[in-house]
């Protein structure tokens, strides 16, 4: 038997970590309710008690739970930042997950026995970066971006020293992994300091009678008919107008799915696998996972993984491997 990859799982709400749970994760990863982590939305994420109560639920099951702290720390009030660190390390988090340079430097100072995870928001994805935030940080796992191919990752693997995790299942992003220009400059929001991409407070929907519009403030992202599914407004999944034509210019309403590529993911050498998916509900959550901790102990025993189940619930009914199977350069 080939050694299991570790499904680690999202929890925007305890409800949803405990769904992660029963559902079979080996850990789930969340975020404090403040600005501090890259899906700061209203009604997600965990208070302190929350955190507390569900570190107890998970470490009762024998599953682990990391926070993330993968935004970055404004100018001249670091003091957020520092307290979601030494909050996670008082209560038993298994892991923190950081992005920010001088968020990885304190953490290391202060908290030495804390294990350090660092955020795909830190687009590390060659050897010598990889390199350089273990001497200098630590670091004992890296999640990888979503933009290398199945053998970059083998390669990456052989040298870099560090356990990797690449994204499994969920949304694509088109930019620099969170750090988007595009909800920026519309909302004035950025992902990567206040943690919001497309934030809900400039949604707007207006139905014509013959369409459903949706907006990001003054921006129209989308125009759906009745017969579409409307879509939430995210700028990079927009239909605009070019040339004449409505067309998805950044990136088409898709899925990343890797079921099918499970085994050769082993082989490469990764470590653990990540669910996207802290802004859904926990039925979503514990349909996803359960199909993936099928599909990840089939593949462990070297048996044929069953692919299906998922589509009602991927973006536009479409899947994709992404560049982990691109075979052009």
């Not at 795909?120 to 390199?131: C, F, G, K, R, T």
């Not at 890296?142 to 390669?155: F, H, K, N, S």
């Not at 459903?212 to 995210?234: C, K, M, Q, W």
């Amino acid at each position: 038997m080939s050694q299991t990859l570790e499904l680690v799982c999202p929890a925007g709400t305890p409800a949803a970590l405990k769904a992660a749970v029963d559902a079979g994760a080996d850990a789930v990863y969340l975020g404090f309710r403040d600005a501090t982590n890259a899906r700061n939305f209203p009604g997600l994420n965990f208070s302190r008690e929350d955190l507390k109560e569900g570190l107890d639920y998970a470490h009762r099951r024998g599953r682990k739970v990391f926070v993330a702290i993968n935004t970055f720390p404004t100018a001249g009030n670091p003091e957020p930042w520092h307290r979601a660190v030494d909050d996670s390390a008082a209560l038993g988090a298994d892991a923190v997950i950081l992005a920010d340079v001088g968020l990885l430097d304190y953490a290391t100072r202060r908290h030495p026995d804390l294990r350090r995870h660092l955020s795909v928001q830190a687009s590390a994805s060659s050897p010598e970066a990889l390199a350089f935030y273990k001497r200098e940080f630590g670091i004992l796992r890296a999640v990888l971006p979503r933009v290398l191919t199945v053998g970059e990752i083998e390669t990456l693997n052989r040298t870099a020293g560090v356990e990797t995790e690449i994204f499994a299942f969920g949304g694509l992003c088109v930019m620099a992994e969170g750090r988007c220009s595009l909800s920026s400059y519309v909302t004035g929001e950025a992902p990567n300091t206040s943690g919001v991409c497309s934030p809900a407070s400039h949604v707007r929907y207006e139905d014509t009678g013959e369409s459903l519009i949706s907006r990001l403030g003054d921006i129209t992202v989308n125009v759906f008919s009745h017969d579409e599914s409307a879509g939430y407004p995210t700028l990079c999944k927009g239909r605009y107008l070019a040339g004449g034509r409505a067309a998805y210019l950044f990136e088409e309403p898709t899925s990343l799915n890797t079921m099918n590529i499970l085994t050769d993911l082993m082989k490469a050498g990764v470590t653990a696998i990540k669910i996207e998916g802290r802004q859904r509900g926990r039925a979503y959550v514990a349909q996803v996972v359960a199909a993936f901790r099928a599909a990840v102990d089939a593949a462990a025993r070297g048996e044929a993984v069953k692919t299906n189940g998922l589509d009602g619930i991927t973006e536009g009914g479409r899947q994709t491997s992404g560049a982990y199977s691109k075979s052009w350069h």
